[in-house]
């Protein structure tokens, strides 16, 4: 019971952060598309007011910062989540190592 309860909080850990990167990403997608005429008509009234320029280099310098928010997500969630999954396997050890000096 307790060697599957070790197994068991990890994986429902690892299991919930791949629902949490798949689902929340699509806050950043921006995958839903205008509804209704009130909406059509300010996207209408937009593009007419902005100038053409305006509106290409917004596009531009919208796809141009992606790259960079990427890495920095890298570099600010991965090496984190890396260093305490490290932390957390070492202390496992340590305790482990203290527990079989103990029953010697």
């Given amino acids: 019971m307790a060697m599957?309860?070790?197994?068991?909080?990890p994986l429902a850990l690892l299991v919930f952060a791949m629902f949490a990167l798949l689902v929340g990403q699509a806050a950043f997608v921006?995958?839903?598309?205008?509804?209704?005429?009130?909406?059509?008509?300010?996207?209408?009234?937009?593009?007419?007011?902005?100038?053409v320029e305006m509106m290409?280099?917004?596009i531009e310098t919208a796809l141009a910062v992606q790259g960079p928010g990427f890495a920095a997500n890298?570099?600010?969630?991965?090496?984190?989540v890396t260093f305490l999954i490290t932390l957390y396997?070492?202390?496992?050890?340590?305790?482990?190592?203290?527990e079989e000096m103990q029953n010697k």
Avoid: N, W
């Fill in 74 to 80: 890298i570099v600010f969630v991965l090496v984190p």
């Fill in 56 to 58: 290409e280099s917004s």
């Fill in 89 to 98: 396997l070492q202390s496992e050890r340590t305790k482990k190592l203290q």
């Fill in 30 to 51: 921006g995958s839903s598309t205008p509804t209704g005429k009130a909406q059509r008509l300010r996207a209408k009234t937009v593009r007419e007011v902005v100038p």
């Fill in 4 to 9: 599957q309860r070790r197994i068991l909080f």
